[in-house]
Nanobody, 127 residues
Framework: QLQLVESGGGLVQPGGSLRLSCTASGHNLRYYAIGWFRQVPGKEREGVSCMPSDSTTPHYVDSVKGRFTISRDIAKNTAYLQMSSLTPEDTAVYYC????????????????????WGQGTQVSVSS
């Protein structure tokens, strides 16, 4: 059973940066598509960025393009979401997810079709 644990969230000022980590255990994350999602209370969960298992052609939601970067470190069995130029609109609980069953990465990101989920980490952007 794949288990995911997020870390790296916190409070940051507008314009600042954070790097979220998603550490996997139980299986090797290199064989899974990974995704980062976020949710604000009262709103639907949003797919922020997703990457197929071969780490090619990641998908980003338009609002984070050019500011966020998804990556993975196979040796550390960890996925990352580097976030820069943060705005208050980025405030949310961020979740990482993984699945071994891949179709279009954009479709998976937009629908949340992932099997394994972390517990979430809070990101707050405020002055």
């Amino acid at each position: 059973q794949l288990q995911l644990v997020e870390s790296g969230g916190g409070l940051v000022q507008p314009g600042g940066s954070l790097r979220l980590s998603c550490t996997a255990s139980g299986h090797n994350l290199r064989y899974y598509a990974i995704g980062w999602f976020r949710q604000v209370p009262g709103k639907e969960r949003e797919g922020v960025s997703c990457m197929p298992s071969d780490s090619t052609t990641p998908h980003y939601v338009d609002s984070v393009k050019g500011r966020f970067t998804i990556s993975r470190d196979i040796a550390k069995n960890t996925a990352y979401l580097q976030m820069s130029s943060l705005t208050p609109e980025d405030t949310a609980v961020y979740y990482c997810a993984a699945t071994a069953y891949e179709v279009s990465i954009r479709y998976m990101c937009e629908t949340g079709k992932f099997d394994y989920w972390g517990q979430g980490t809070q990101v707050s952007v405020s002055s």
